[in-house]
């Protein structure tokens, strides 16, 4: 199956520092990536939807000025948490489409990075 | 909105058969489902994209039923590497093009 990669995997931060997350789809091309977030024994809550060349699109409750999303090209994306506070301590997981013009592209599959515990103190 | 999954959590002994269950209130385009083990992300199981579609993968196979707006994943001769928390997520006629993930199913197999 496809690759999906994410760095750092681990990262520990004082408040008010900015840290970036990459994601990088390794052997396919993806037009849209997403970004989630996950707390302990919860769920993925979807935070935004970034395409390659275009404005992140934000889920509702999300601050886009405090999670800056950039979808460099077919294969980066990148999200940025400025001014971190310990709240914003939480496993972050990507995930990538891969784009089949074949299958017509809704319903493509989602493959998941490994995620970025993010520890704010 | 977010889909339903039941149940919550469910305990089996190695061997026995369990089904969980996803829906939701709103016409569906596709049923993705993923397991996650504890600390890592998830893993793409399978993707259901027509009702009435059913796919496996080894003894896990899974059906959509598009009229009832909801899908069910079927685990054969349960294995201790079954364990995990099973998300189904699901792409709607209305916000396509995103995956919104369910609460998750607590699955543990023990010998």
């Known amino acids: 199956g496809a690759v999906v990669s994410q760095h750092p995997s681990r990262v520990i931060c004082k408040s008010g520092t900015s840290v970036k997350i990459e994601c990088r789809s390794l052997?396919?091309?993806?037009?849209?990536m997403f970004w989630y977030r996950q707390f302990p024994k919860q769920s993925l809550m979807l935070m935004a939807t970034?395409?390659?060349?275009?404005?992140?699109?934000?889920e509702q409750g999300v601050e886009k000025d405090k999670f800056l999303i950039n979808h460099a090209s077919l294969t980066l994306s990148t999200l940025t948490v400025t001014s971190a506070h310990p709240e914003d301590s939480s496993f972050y997981i990507c995930s990538a489409r891969e784009h089949r013009p074949l299958a017509g592209g809704l319903g493509d599959t989602q493959y998941f990075g490994p995620g970025t515990r993010l520890t704010v103190l | 909105q977010q889909p339903v999954q039941s149940p919550q959590a469910v305990i089996l002994r190695e061997g026995e058969d369990a089904v969980i269950n996803c829906s939701s209130s709103?016409?569906?385009?596709?049923v993705h489902w993923y397991r996650q083990k504890h600390g890592e992300a998830p893993v793409f199981l399978m993707i259901l994209l027509k009702g009435g579609e059913q796919k496996g993968h080894e003894k896990i196979s899974a059906s959509f039923n598009e009229k009832k707006q909801q899908s069910s994943l079927y685990l054969t001769a349960s294995q201790l590497s079954y364990s995990g928390t099973y998300f189904c997520g699901t792409e709607t006629k209305t916000s396509y093009d995103k995956v919104i993930f369910g609460p998750g199913t607590s699955l543990s197999v023990i010998p």
């Open positions: 970034s395409n390659e060349g275009s404005k992140a699109t934000y």
């Open positions: 052997d396919f091309q993806a037009t849209t």
């Open positions: 709103k016409a569906l385009y596709s």
